[in-house]
């Protein structure tokens, strides 16, 4: 159980240095957002990485004081999962007597934990018991309470201010010029014309034409026309102007990121992505906090904001009457101390208390369902088993689990799980085309180029077929921004248009299939091949092309030692990558791997099986203890997760056994695909009566132009288990268990689990805080309806047309109705199978991975040799 904190504990800073540079506390503000990339790479993260030094209950007071976000689930969500078996409310009895412990307030235990548990039960006071006439006379009474009560305020913007104290729309008239100018500003592809003065920086391309802008009053215009030249003086003069303390910039810069932390993400990433672009940040709250003094100027000096602490004690004093089943009358025979401690229990037992209480309570009654399974599962597996006839490496991905289980019912399949990238830092480049993509986890930077070449002979035809597409896409966008031809389009493409909506509305299957069919046909794509060997561009100044020779071995040796496949080799070993397939989803990348920055694994799949078929890197291998048998091949295919199908994307030339192998595997793999499909499609909504046949169900969701949940993704994950596969095979774990292999005897120094944690530990737990948001907070960390959604500049989605750039999961990838939430918001729960010195050198080395265990960012469990259960977090 995570630590309690106590209520006086203030946002910390890592330093406070009124004489810093004002880059420099732009960039320790920015810690509370999360870089945004656009939608087109989508890529889980985590939105509160930046401040997982403090605990996650501070953080969640900070945040709700600041922008009014709930960072723990709200209490219908909590009821829900109540009724549902899924919280032992006798882990709630034990979280409330430990938070009872850790606290002295000067009362009979027995009172104080009756009025807990009320507060943690029943409902909330209603509002009649706080206007009652002698509650407000003891208010009055007490009104000597209220300043021992009162914590430090949060530091929130002028504009928010003025806003609670019911001035005019200054926030909302502050944030609609910012989204204006961002989205003309980071616009990629929607924009016929460009925002000028674009590579001088937002603020000097905002600065020149804000002081143009119409929707300004003149007097408005003439001041941003006479503000400073250079962003920073710009900022640091409005600061100034403001009247904003030196002390307070920090917090201050902080309220205003939080304000559109979609926007402000999104100019973080690109400054972190371009070197010209590094201030981008610095230049948007220059721009922002300048544009709110313009507009509240006329309004300064704000009126004293009246004080909350006379409402404080009468809610106190309601919760004791309904709580507590204390009444008025009672509160005479007080004496003064008695009186302080019941007001201040009350005060402290607030609602974020009472909902960390019930979250952990939900995520240890988890933790005890996933434990009993585990241990039934390790007192019933007593069999050997016989060697394999194919082995399959599966990402980690939670959509992976229900494959590999049907897979492994045939005899002679063994799986593994390894993180989606396979550990090749590569960033790849598909045949043809002009554009990269960074193939590996987005914290990390790519250290390869691969790219699909053909000699030129199979090229030429195969570009030629290619560009006349292009042309035809080229030529429709023209005529569309043309103000002339664009009244002659729709004569010409409404026809083509109009047959190819109605087949996808009301046959998505099929014309899903014609139109794969026709394009398949038409490009005639040849077999491509790899720049897996060092080569030398000079085109390419950043990364090399291609791997040398010893940089081969090394990521073969490192990925095979990763996988926990170094001995026992199949006559077939399949490198199993994985994406989705949808159609009309603004929301693809999401779908695909997050240990490939999202994008399908299949890419990185394919280099390391044709890694590993090298002659000269077998030879290599052998030499530092790993023989890789002369008949054992490694192929590549793809998990369509949409589909629960296996598509082949590399088949070298297979020798006797593994053609064999390969055999088996074609006939086994339609029936795996069906058992699959039909327990994953049984968990959408609303196919209850469409399940005769889950197969084609499936296509239908991944075609149907209209559909607005093709898949449920990531949705469910809750625990990340880094062990032999023995230890969960055949446990049904529900689709919500990433699953890592790992052998601590192979682990000698503890360097194999320091890499998993280090790199797939992460993502899995960015996932999970991604899905986590979205569902306690998806107003503010998620992207709303899809059916409402707007793409904008091409970057990202809003909902209606000035609203901020939404950074997370939309309401159907969390929701299964509006009424019911589908993803139980939990924490990672991180299992490794070790023994207890594995886990504590771990965390005395990693002090980052301890971090985020002792201040609750995630949760921690290890299981012994002799199979014990113990819980860290």
């Not at 100018?181 to 592809?189: I, M, P």
Request: charged fraction near 25%; hydrophobic fraction near 40%.
């Amino acid at each position: 159980m995570t630590p309690t904190l106590a209520r006086t504990l203030s946002w910390e800073k890592e330093q406070e240095n009124l004489s810093l540079d004002i880059h420099d506390l732009v960039k320790s503000a920015s810690d509370v957002i999360a870089p945004l990339g656009p939608i087109s790479k989508f890529a889980a993260r985590s939105p509160w990485a930046g401040v997982e030094r403090l605990s996650f209950e501070q953080t969640a007071r900070r945040f709700k004081d600041v922008s009014d976000i709930e960072m723990f689930p709200n209490d219908s969500l909590l009821k829900s999962a109540r009724d549902q078996g899924e919280i032992d409310v006798n882990f709630l009895e034990k979280g409330l007597q430990q938070w009872l412990k850790q606290h002295s307030f000067g009362l009979p235990l027995k009172a104080a934990e009756e009025f807990c548990w009320g507060a943690l039960t029943k409902d909330l006071p209603s509002s009649d018991l706080m206007a009652l006439p002698e509650v407000k006379r003891l208010a009055k009474k007490l009104s000597g309470f209220k300043y021992q009560l009162k914590t430090r305020q949060s530091v929130k913007t002028l504009s928010q201010r003025f806003e609670q104290i019911g001035g005019e729309s200054v926030l909302r008239d502050l944030n609609r010029h910012l989204i204006k100018w961002c989205k003309l500003f980071l616009d990629e592809s929607q924009a016929v014309w460009s925002m000028p003065n674009r590579k001088e920086g937002f603020y000097q391309a905002w600065h020149q034409m804000a002081s143009l802008d119409p929707a300004l009053t003149l007097e408005e215009r003439k001041q941003i026309k006479n503000l400073p030249k250079e962003a920073d003086i710009a900022l640091n003069e409005a600061l100034s102007h403001l009247g904003i303390h030196p002390s307070e910039t920090q917090e201050y810069l902080e309220a205003h990121l939080l304000a559109l932390p979609g926007w402000a993400g999104m100019m973080l990433w690109r400054s972190q992505q371009r070197s010209n672009e590094s201030s981008l940040l610095a230049d948007y709250l220059a721009v922002r906090i300048s544009m709110e003094l313009i507009l509240i100027k006329p309004y300064l000096p704000l009126p004293t904001q009246g004080t909350e602490a006379d409402v404080l004690l009468e809610s106190l004093i309601a919760a004791w009457l309904h709580w507590g089943n204390f009444p008025i009358k009672a509160w005479s025979q007080l004496s003064a101390a008695e009186q302080k401690a019941r007001l201040n229990l009350a005060w402290q037992f607030d609602h974020i208390v009472r909902s960390r209480l019930w979250m952990e309570a939900w995520e240890q009654t988890y933790e005890q369902q996933l434990k009993e399974k585990i241990t039934a599962k390790q007192q019933s597996a007593s069999k050997t088993k016989a060697s394999s006839l194919a082995q399959f490496v599966f990402c980690i991905d939670v959509r992976s689990e229900p494959f590999r289980r049907q897979l492994e019912q045939t005899e002679g399949f063994e799986t593994f799980g390894a993180a989606g990238f396979f550990g090749l830092p590569i960033e790849t480049c598909k045949l043809d085309s002009h554009h990269s993509h960074p193939s590996l986890p987005v914290l990390n930077r790519p250290q390869f180029k691969v790219k699909e070449y053909l000699p030129e002979s199979q090229y030429q035809p195969f570009h030629e077929r290619l560009q006349a597409v292009n042309s035809l896409q080229g030529t429709f966008k023209t005529m569309k921004h043309n103000m002339l031809a664009s009244l002659l389009l729709p004569e010409v493409s409404g026809p083509w248009l109009s047959m190819q909506t109605l087949a996808r509305t009301f046959l998505p299957r099929r014309a899903g299939r014609t139109f794969k069919k026709l394009l398949d046909t038409w490009f005639r794509k040849p077999d491509v091949k790899l720049t897996l060997d060092r080569m030398e561009d000079p085109a390419e100044t950043e990364i090399p092309i291609g791997f040398s020779e010893e940089e081969k071995v090394q990521y073969v040796e490192q990925a095979l030692k990763t996988i926990g496949l170094t001995d026992h080799f199949a006559p077939l070993v399949v490198i199993c990558g994985h994406g989705s397939h949808s159609t009309n989803n603004p929301y693809a990348a999401s779908l695909d791997c997050g240990a490939c920055g999202g994008t399908s694994s299949a890419f990185n799949a394919r280099v390391l099986a044709a890694l590993c078929n090298l002659p000269n890197v077998r030879e290599a291998l052998k030499a530092r203890g790993i023989l890789i048998p002369e008949d054992t091949v490694f192929a590549a295919a793809e998990h369509i997760t949409t589909l629960d199908e296996l598509q082949w994307v590399y088949l070298p030339n297979l020798s006797g056994k593994a053609e064999d192998a390969y055999t088996r595997i074609q006939a086994v793999l339609p029936k795996v695909s069906e058992e699959a499909n039909a327990e994953r499609i049984r968990e959408l909504p609303g196919l209850k009566d469409r399940l005769k046949n889950p197969k084609a169900e499936a296509e239908r969701l991944a075609e149907d132009w209209s559909e607005i949940r093709p898949e449920w993704g990531l949705a469910g994950n809750a625990a990340f288990v880094i062990g032999e596969r023995s230890l969960t095979e055949a446990c049904n774990l529900e689709g919500r268990v990433f699953l890592h292999n790992y052998n601590w005897k192979k682990d000698k120094n503890g360097s194999l689990l320091s890499g998993i944690i280090a790199g797939p530990g992460t993502v899995c737990q960015m996932i999970n805080l991604q899905y986590y948001a979205s569902a306690v907070a998806p107003h503010y960390y998620g992207s709303g309806n899809k059916a409402t959604q707007t793409v904008t500049s091409g970057i990202g989605v809003m909902q209606g047309n000035a609203s901020d750039l939404l950074s997370g999961l939309p309401w159907q990838s969390v929701m299964q109705s509006d009424d019911t939430v589908y993803h139980a918001p939990l924490r990672l729960l991180v299992v490794i199978q070790a023994p207890k010195e594995y886990v504590e050198r771990l965390l005395n080395q990693d002090r980052v991975f301890f971090q985020k265990v002792q201040n609750g960012w995630l949760r921690l469990a290890s299981i012994d040799p002799e199979g014990n259960w113990k819980s860290w977090s």
